[in-house]
C-alpha cells in the first residue's frame, strides 16, 4: 500500500474531525445559553444538531480505526501512532491530531458544563414536584428485597 495515499485519506479525516469538533464546540455553547431559557423547541433542535456531530464524529473515529486496520495496525492510539511513523514519517499530521485532541477536550468540558445545569435543573423540577405531591425532603428507601419503598400518605395527628 501507498504510503502517500494512506497519509492523503488520514489527512482529510483529521481535517474533517477537526471541522466537526469547532461545528460541535459552537453547538454546546449554543446549548448552554438555550438551557438557561425557557425555548423548549430551540433545546430540542440543539440537542438533535448535538447528537448530529456526535455521531459525525463516531463515523470518523470508525473510518480512522479502519484505515490503520486495513494497513495491519491496530485500531487504537498505538496503531495510529505506528500508522502515522510509516505514512507520515515527517510528522506533518501530528499538529492535526493535536488540535483534534485539543478540540476534543473543549468539547467535553463544554459538555460537562452543560450536564451540570441540566442536573441542577432536574434537582429544581423534582424539589417544585416533591412540593406539589406532598413528598418533599422525603427520601426513597429500599425494602428487605432491595425494591425502593413507596412512602406511605399519612396524616399529622399532632404536633408537639
Same mark, same amino acid.
Given at each position: 500500500m501507498d504510503p502517500n495515499v494512506c497519509r492523503e485519506h488520514l489527512a482529510a479525516l483529521l481535517a474533517d474531525e477537526i471541522n466537526?469538533?469547532?461545528?460541535?464546540?459552537?453547538?454546546?455553547k449554543s446549548e448552554h445559553?438555550?438551557? %438557561? =431559557?425557557?425555548?423548549?423547541?430551540?433545546? *430540542?433542535?440543539?440537542? $438533535? &444538531?448535538?447528537?448530529?456531530?456526535?455521531?459525525?464524529?463516531?463515523r470518523i473515529e470508525e473510518q480512522r480505526r479502519s484505515l490503520c486496520s486495513m494497513h495491519g495496525h491496530s485500531p487504537d492510539l498505538a496503531g495510529l501512532e505506528r500508522m502515522?511513523?510509516?505514512?507520515?514519517?515527517? %510528522? =506533518?499530521?501530528?499538529?492535526?491530531?493535536? *488540535?483534534?485532541?485539543? $478540540? &476534543?477536550?473543549?468539547c467535553r468540558d463544554l459538555n460537562d458544563r452543560n450536564g451540570t445545569m441540566v442536573a441542577a435543573k432536574l434537582k429544581r423540577v423534582e424539589g417544585l414536584l416533591g412540593i406539589l405531591t406532598g413528598r418533599a425532603d422525603k427520601a426513597d428507601t429500599y425494602g428487605p428485597r %432491595?425494591?425502593?419503598?413507596?412512602?406511605?400518605?399519612?396524616?399529622v395527628l399532632g404536633a408537639a
Amino acid at each position: 500500500m501507498d504510503p502517500n495515499v494512506c497519509r492523503e485519506h488520514l489527512a482529510a479525516l483529521l481535517a474533517d474531525e477537526i471541522n466537526t469538533l469547532a461545528q460541535l464546540e459552537e453547538l454546546l455553547k449554543s446549548e448552554h445559553h438555550v438551557l %438557561g =431559557s425557557q425555548d423548549v423547541a430551540a433545546l *430540542e433542535k440543539t440537542a $438533535r &444538531a448535538r447528537q448530529e456531530r456526535v455521531g459525525a464524529l463516531a463515523r470518523i473515529e470508525e473510518q480512522r480505526r479502519s484505515l490503520c486496520s486495513m494497513h495491519g495496525h491496530s485500531p487504537d492510539l498505538a496503531g495510529l501512532e505506528r500508522m502515522m511513523a510509516w505514512c507520515d514519517p515527517t %510528522g =506533518s499530521l501530528v499538529s492535526r491530531l493535536r *488540535e483534534c485532541a485539543q $478540540r &476534543a477536550s473543549v468539547c467535553r468540558d463544554l459538555n460537562d458544563r452543560n450536564g451540570t445545569m441540566v442536573a441542577a435543573k432536574l434537582k429544581r423540577v423534582e424539589g417544585l414536584l416533591g412540593i406539589l405531591t406532598g413528598r418533599a425532603d422525603k427520601a426513597d428507601t429500599y425494602g428487605p428485597r %432491595g425494591a425502593t419503598v413507596a412512602a406511605r400518605p399519612g396524616r399529622v395527628l399532632g404536633a408537639a
